[in-house]
């Protein structure tokens, strides 16, 4: 793809324009566009929290909602006011919640602030999101059309995927998202690995294989928040993310629907590969909304190893 970008305008291509490039669907565009405008609004929510932590109060003494469930309602208000989604499953609330009038043609599923406990140490945070075609028990592979996340760190950036190819935007001084990175493409092999769950709760099988991973000189690189650790993985081109089964959560820690099918999605489209330590990320049957799996997710080399460890 690319055609119709010269290499001189290339890096002010913003998202409507690169999206229509791509050939995505007209309602697929504006929908995706929609979230990515969303993105501003729950950062401008993420800075208003610096309020509370240099010390003002709500001069009503009101409650406030907890940063994570306001950018919920945030994201459920705007999906309800594009028209295009049928029905919102988030990680805040207790079942999927129908926002259409039952014509829509899109579901949606939603970790609206991932990380939001790291706030206050100033660390990234983010947004994901996934877009299906289908009713979302079901697998992904049968019903995802798109994908994207929103990162929240020293830049604003947006990553998405339509089905063909992934793509990085940076938010720019004017508040429009200009194309960072077309095609990112990971590379057979990578250098980082970023590993979830302590050690002494893993099985033998993931201990050896991150045994492995460090007699290979491979760098630790592990902030807690799954958006950056995840995309530093895809913007370094390699490497791998994990949060394995453990002993007493055999099956991990990260939830299937909201954050694993999204990034599976991007990594897969950016030639990666999101198992969980065997079967693909995007072939398993979603029953549960709040269900969780284990998962390898990075360049081929080290998911395809985790597989001869497990
Ligand atoms: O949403 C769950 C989450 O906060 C992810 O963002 C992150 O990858 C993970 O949990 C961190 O878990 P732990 O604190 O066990 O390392
Ligand atoms: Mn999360």
């Not at 309020?51 to 409650?63: H, P, S, T, V």
């Not at 599923?109 to 996934?130: K, Q």
């Not at 089905?163 to 990971?186: D, K, P």
């Not at 002993?247 to 954050?259: D, V």
């Amino acid at each position: 793809m690319g055609e119709g970008i010269s290499d001189y305008t290339r890096y002010i291509v913003d998202l409507r324009r690169h999206m229509w490039l791509e050939g995505v669907e007209t309602e697929l565009r504006r929908l995706i566009w929609q979230i990515a405008v969303t993105g501003k609004y729950i950062s401008a929510k993420i800075h208003e929290s610096n309020r509370k932590l240099a010390g003002f109060r709500n001069i009503y003494g009101e409650e406030q909602l907890s940063l994570d469930r306001s950018s919920d309602e945030i994201l459920k208000n705007q999906l309800q006011n594009s028209g295009f989604v049928r029905e919102y499953a988030s990680e805040e609330q207790d079942s999927v919640v129908q926002i259409g009038k039952g014509h829509e043609k899109y579901y949606i599923t939603a970790d609206p602030l991932d990380g939001s406990s790291l706030v206050d140490t100033n660390l990234a945070i983010g947004t994901i999101i996934g877009i299906h075609r289908e009713p979302i028990l079901s697998r992904g592979r049968d019903s995802m059309v798109a994908a994207l996340y929103i990162t929240y760190g020293p830049l604003i950036t947006m990553i998405y995927s339509a089905g063909t190819g992934a793509h990085e935007f940076v938010l720019n001084r004017e508040g429009e998202y200009v194309l960072s990175q077309e095609n990112v493409r990971m590379d057979e092999r990578g250098s980082i690995y970023s590993p979830g769950g302590l050690r002494k709760d893993c099985t033998d099988g993931h201990i050896k294989y991150l045994e492995y991973l460090e007699s290979e000189g491979y760098k630790l690189r592990y902030s807690g928040g799954f958006v950056p650790d995840f995309n530093q993985v895809l913007i370094k081109r390699g490497g791998v993310f994990t949060y394995p089964a453990l002993k007493k959560s055999p099956n991990g820690k990260l939830r299937l629907l909201f954050e694993l099918q999204p990034m599976a999605f991007i990594m897969e489209q950016a030639g990666g590969m999101a198992t969980n330590g065997k079967e693909d990320i995007l072939s398993l049957k979603v029953t549960e909304i709040d269900q969780r799996s284990p998962v390898y997710i990075g360049s081929r080399f080290e998911v395809e190893k985790a597989r001869e460890f497990l």
